[in-house]
């Protein structure tokens, strides 16, 4: 009997295949090796609130404030925000209203197509204690009006990091807005946006303090590189940083895709190299999953958790420096974190990566992008190893057998490592249809995003300087090196 077990034993190992682990090397320093390491910002992963949203977000939405608080426990810096989007280029400072906004709308889940705001929305952006950009009005081409709006954020608003003049211009003229009337193009919205730097820039007197760009349509058209290209000297002093925005859309498989998000990032590299060279930091200003308030399907998926922190993850490896996830319309919006009553996968994703990276210097990626699994290591500020993230983009969606991918990771030291696992039942799962999402154990409560349940920590056991690690078909692992 036990030869027979044993022949069926051979049998099985003979038609089963062997996964084959992806081996990767922990450098002991920072900047040593072949990789390559990126600088990171204290706060990488920061949020975009819709202009005329933001007061509601603030005031009537509970969890808002515990979600960027759980980030600042984790980085010790509160995440940065942004004010801004469509509504900004409808947004009109009115000094004589006592209201946050004033606006109407047929329905709640709306837009509003007009809208005036008073130096009470900017007081309310002034209390957060977090870096602060505002996006103000160039669309409708009233100059004096922004410059008003803009000396009130300057005294009202501490943690001013930047101001918007505008948001994706590229869209001005088929939206009718008056200062795109007869030709618009990159080149005349250039010498627009340059003259307007100035002349807000100087009636604040404050410089650095424009945000440029903002652009939507894919580079090099609209970009950065194309932007400064047109930049002299005294439009470069006002300009603190430059941002475009990023909506990669697809299909939940497509979307999580590693592969997918580094090929998709790599179509800023020319533009963050202009900014750099010009010693400014590249943001994604305005960025989310599917444009539009995001998929149905799509947008408040687990897979869309995967990709917010591959994203993140791949997005600061390529040296953008902060990622803004926008937020839109209170109770419409599929990509959403949170909301008033129920929170979001994506929020699971973006709090792992705000894991790897809190109190980080450098990140390197051990993987070069073109597979399905990722690799990162972030280092402190000593140089050392502080944690890796393995990431397993494969899909699952729920149905047949979840495949497992092993990964092996060289050059550790110690006996053993700690871990936290971020997974789901499927990429499909939703928190907001009671799908199980959790990230070490844990989960973030609905209606007011505080920490719930016992905290589970996995033990890997290190072996002659390496571990061997399995990480599930749409999952990621959190391994802490210190």
């Not at 980030?71 to 010790?76: A, H, V």
């Given at each position: 009997?036990?030869?027979?077990?044993?022949?069926?034993?051979?049998?099985?190992?003979?038609?089963?295949?062997?996964?084959?682990?992806?081996?990767?090397?922990?450098?002991?320093?920072?900047?040593?090796?072949?990789?390559?390491?990126?600088?990171?910002?204290?706060?990488?992963?920061?949020?975009?609130?819709?202009?005329?949203?933001?007061?509601?977000?603030?005031?009537?939405?509970?969890?808002?404030?515990?979600?960027?608080?759980?980030?600042?426990?984790?980085?010790?810096?509160?995440?940065?925000?942004?004010?801004?989007?469509?509504?900004?280029?409808?947004?009109?400072?009115?000094?004589?209203?006592?209201?946050?906004?004033?606006?109407?709308?047929?329905?709640?889940?709306?837009?509003?197509?007009?809208?005036?705001?008073?130096?009470?929305?900017?007081?309310?952006?002034?209390s957060y204690a977090g870096s602060v950009v505002v996006g103000l009005n160039r669309g409708k081409n009233n100059i004096q009006n922004t410059i008003s709006a803009a000396k009130i954020a300057v005294?009202?608003?501490?943690?001013?990091?930047?101001?918007?003049?505008?948001?994706?211009?590229?869209?001005?003229?088929?939206?009718?807005?008056?200062?795109?009337?007869?030709?618009?193009?990159?080149?005349?919205?250039?010498?627009?946006?340059?003259?307007?730097?100035?002349?807000?820039?100087?009636?604040?007197?404050?410089?650095?303090?424009?945000?440029?760009?903002?652009?939507?349509?894919?580079?090099?058209?609209?970009?950065?590189?194309?932007?400064?290209?047109?930049?002299?000297?005294?439009?470069?002093?006002?300009?603190?940083?430059?941002?475009?925005?990023?909506?990669?859309?697809?299909?939940?498989?497509?979307?999580?895709?590693?592969?997918?998000?580094?090929?998709?990032?790599?179509?800023?590299?020319?533009?963050?190299?202009?900014?750099?060279?010009?010693?400014?930091?590249?943001?994604?200003?305005?960025?989310?999953?599917?444009?539009?308030?995001?998929?149905?399907?799509?947008?408040?998926?687990?897979?869309?958790?995967?990709?917010?922190?591959?994203?993140?993850?791949?997005?600061?490896?390529?040296?953008?420096?902060?990622?803004?996830?926008?937020?839109?319309?209170?109770?419409?919006?599929?990509?959403?974190?949170?909301?008033?009553?129920?929170?979001?996968?994506?929020?699971?994703?973006?709090?792992?990566?705000?894991?790897?990276?809190?109190?980080?210097?450098?990140?390197?990626?051990?993987?070069?992008?073109?597979?399905?699994?990722?690799?990162?290591?972030?280092?402190?500020?000593?140089?050392?190893?502080?944690?890796?993230?393995?990431?397993?983009?494969?899909?699952?969606?729920?149905?047949?057998?979840?495949?497992?991918?092993?990964?092996?990771?060289?050059?550790?030291?110690?006996?053993?490592?700690?871990?936290?696992?971020?997974?789901?039942?499927?990429?499909?799962?939703?928190?907001?249809?009671?799908?199980?999402?959790?990230?070490?154990?844990?989960?973030?409560?609905?209606?007011?995003?505080?920490?719930?349940?016992?905290?589970?920590?996995?033990?890997?056991?290190?072996?002659?300087?390496?571990?061997?690690?399995?990480?599930?078909?749409?999952?990621?692992?959190?391994?802490?090196?210190?």
């Amino acid at each position: 009997m036990a030869s027979r077990l044993g022949l069926f034993g051979l049998f099985l190992a003979a038609i089963l295949p062997v996964i084959a682990a992806v081996t990767f090397t922990v450098p002991q320093q920072a900047h040593t090796g072949t990789y390559k390491y990126a600088p990171l910002d204290p706060a990488p992963v920061g949020i975009s609130f819709e202009f005329f949203a933001f007061p509601s977000y603030f005031t009537n939405v509970t969890a808002t404030n515990q979600c960027l608080s759980n980030w600042k426990d984790l980085t010790g810096v509160w995440p940065p925000i942004r004010i801004g989007g469509t509504t900004q280029d409808r947004a009109q400072y009115d000094s004589a209203t006592s209201a946050y906004v004033v606006y109407s709308v047929s329905n709640p889940a709306d837009a509003p197509a007009s809208l005036t705001f008073g130096s009470k929305f900017l007081t309310l952006a002034g209390s957060y204690a977090g870096s602060v950009v505002v996006g103000l009005n160039r669309g409708k081409n009233n100059i004096q009006n922004t410059i008003s709006a803009a000396k009130i954020a300057v005294s009202e608003v501490k943690n001013l990091l930047a101001i918007e003049l505008g948001n994706e211009p590229e869209y001005y003229s088929r939206n009718g807005q008056p200062i795109a009337a007869g030709s618009w193009s990159p080149a005349i919205d250039a010498a627009s946006q340059n003259n307007w730097d100035i002349s807000v820039g100087s009636a604040v007197n404050k410089k650095p303090i424009i945000q440029a760009g903002n652009s939507n349509d894919s580079p090099p058209t609209w970009g950065a590189a194309e932007l400064i290209a047109t930049e002299n000297a005294t439009v470069k002093q006002y300009v603190q940083t430059y941002a475009h925005h990023n909506y990669p859309g697809g299909s939940v498989t497509s979307l999580m895709s590693h592969k997918g998000i580094s090929s998709n990032l790599h179509v800023f590299d020319a533009d963050v190299a202009a900014a750099l060279k010009e010693g400014k930091p590249y943001v994604f200003g305005e960025t989310n999953s599917v444009s539009g308030g995001g998929a149905a399907g799509v947008s408040p998926t687990f897979g869309a958790g995967l990709w917010t922190m591959d994203y993140v993850l791949r997005a600061s490896y390529s040296n953008i420096s902060r990622t803004y996830f926008h937020h839109g319309t209170v109770g419409n919006c599929q990509y959403c974190f949170w909301g008033r009553y129920s929170m979001g996968a994506p929020y699971y994703g973006a709090y792992a990566a705000t894991a790897l990276l809190a109190k980080a210097s450098y990140l390197t990626a051990l993987d070069d992008g073109t597979t399905n699994y990722a690799a990162y290591v972030s280092f402190g500020s000593d140089g050392k190893p502080l944690r890796a993230l393995l990431y397993n983009s494969d899909y699952f969606g729920g149905s047949g057998t979840r495949t497992s991918q092993p990964f092996e990771l060289r050059g550790l030291t110690g006996s053993s490592l700690k871990a936290k696992r971020l997974t789901a039942g499927s990429a499909m799962a939703r928190v907001d249809q009671g799908g199980a999402v959790s990230f070490g154990g844990q989960t973030f409560t609905d209606g007011s995003c505080t920490v719930a349940g016992t905290e589970a920590v996995e033990s890997l056991t290190v072996s002659n300087g390496q571990i061997t690690a399995t990480v599930k078909a749409s999952e990621a692992l959190l391994v802490y090196l210190q």
